[in-house]
């Protein structure tokens, strides 16, 4: 979340993030990191950057709505859309010309935000709030009011939310074709070893001979395979789940060469390097 002097009009030097940045960049983060997907679905690092280049009002909460659609235009598989709101105060009325009767507002624009009593920004969908952040300028507000704000955005963010799914184009909701294939896969524990090689010579052999980028393998027995293409990608698959198959009786294996034969029987390659 970047907020330079520019976007308010002034001018200023532009150096390490300022606190108000790092505060309203871990606001928006933290209301869209519960619709992110796992590691598992999505192995990728995922960067959302947010420069603001106006403000008139909530650049957090804009930040949020535009964040949602990045991710979606970026083709990361969100589990949702949310979008933010800023609701606004005014306690007295009488001031303004009114009755007395607090006054509650959606969408605070910066007067309404410096001559107000609260600044209440609130993330989310119709099903809940995944982030809210409060600054207030008087002693406390009523259990009724804190209620009728709440709704007042729970509403304020259905609108927001409806008129983000009409955007033109919408969001591709696919990858890139220049962004790497990543396939996370599965083997046992114990056989992580047989991928890897001494001194990692099984692992660099597999990689020259199927093409791909990497082969990253844990002792947790997850495999992550970066490649630039499909092919080299179901090639490396292929090598791996020969190497760490388990044979069980009853499998049927054609074509095998036997590779020697001894006076108890005979040893038959099943597999590349498996007898």
Known sequence: YTFPPSCVGEVGRAGAPSRREIGHGTLAE????????????????????????????????????????????????????????????????????????????????????????????????????????????VGGITLPIMKQALLQAKEGRKHILAEMSKCFPPPSKKLSKY?????????????????????????????????????????????KITAKDLASLEKSKAIINKLTMVPSIGDIYRNCEIKSIVSYGLFIEILPGRE
């Open 30 to 137: 933290r209301a869209l990191e519960p619709i992110l997907p796992t590691e598992e679905e999505f192995p990728y690092t995922i960067r959302v950057e947010s420069t603001i280049t106006e403000s008139n009002g909530s650049s957090s909460m804009a930040s949020v709505c535009g964040g949602c659609l990045a991710l979606q235009d970026a083709g990361v598989p969100v589990k949702c859309s949310v979008a933010g709101i800023a609701m606004g105060l005014v306690l007295d009325t009488n001031e303004f010309g009114g009755d007395g009767t607090p006054l509650i507002l959606s969408d605070i624009t910066g007067a309404e935000d410096a001559s107000g009593d609260m600044d209440f920004k609130i993330a989310g969908n119709d099903d809940g709030v995944t982030a809210f952040q409060m600054d207030i300028k």
């Open 179 to 223: 962004a790497p294939l990543i396939h996370v896969m599965k083997v046992k524990p114990e056989r992580v070893n047989l991928i890897i090689g001494s001194g990692g010579k099984k692992v660099k052999s597999i990689i020259e001979e199927s093409g791909v980028e990497s082969i990253d393998a844990e002792n947790d027995g997850i495999v």
